[in-house]
């Protein structure tokens, strides 16, 4: 790989906080709590858990497995958040400890192995990995603010029914 690569690996990690950042800001508190049913998992809750898995994953990155010791994985799965803004708060710890292991590889360091739960892991399919598992999330997330949200929701992307005029949009830009 290439910086190249790395650039748009971290342009995709960007993506997905950004389509998560839209979403957090279309909820209030009670919203981010709500559960469809007993065993599902509200915003708040899966916020909590990406925040624990990014913080273990990305603390010392190249240097400590990413399981850390001090993770409470299952403690990731109750809601205790008190109040948005702490929610909010964790979200931008958690990809601050993303970005700022990640922004600093050289291509070098992308064939260099990590460790995850002591399993060997290229530090690109380390990154690769966690890319997935985020998008999954922010995903989940997207899904359930549109549910809450119905007619007020704000579409993260081009909404339904208005392709073409993005896309002439977009063609009339491009000539200019």
């Known amino acids: 790989m290439n910086n190249s690569h790395l650039t ?3 342009k995709q990690f960007n993506y997905y906080k950004t389509a998560g950042d839209k979403t957090l800001q279309q909820l209030s508190f009670n919203e981010m709590n709500w559960q469809s049913h007993r065993n599902s998992n509200s915003v708040s809750i899966i916020v909590k858990h990406m925040v624990g898995n990014m913080l273990s994953r990305w603390t010392n990155f190249l240097t400590e497995d990413g399981e850390k010791t001090w993770r409470q994985r299952e403690q990731e799965f109750e809601a205790t958040y008190t109040t948005k803004e702490q929610l909010l708060a964790d979200w931008d710890k958690g990809w601050t400890c993303l970005f700022n292991a990640i922004t600093p590889l050289n291509n070098q360091d992308l064939d260099r192995t990590v460790y995850i739960r002591n399993e060997s892991h290229l530090v690109a399919e380390a990154i690769f990995r966690q890319l997935g598992h985020y998008s999954y999330h922010i995903g989940q997330i997207a899904h359930i603010g549109k549910l809450i949200k119905n007619e007020a929701w704000q579409s ?9 005029q993005f896309n002439a949009k977009k063609f009339s830009q491009a000539k200019q």
């Open 8 to 10: 748009s690996i971290i």
């Open 156 to 164: 993260l992307s081009i909404p339904k029914g208005q392709s073409s």
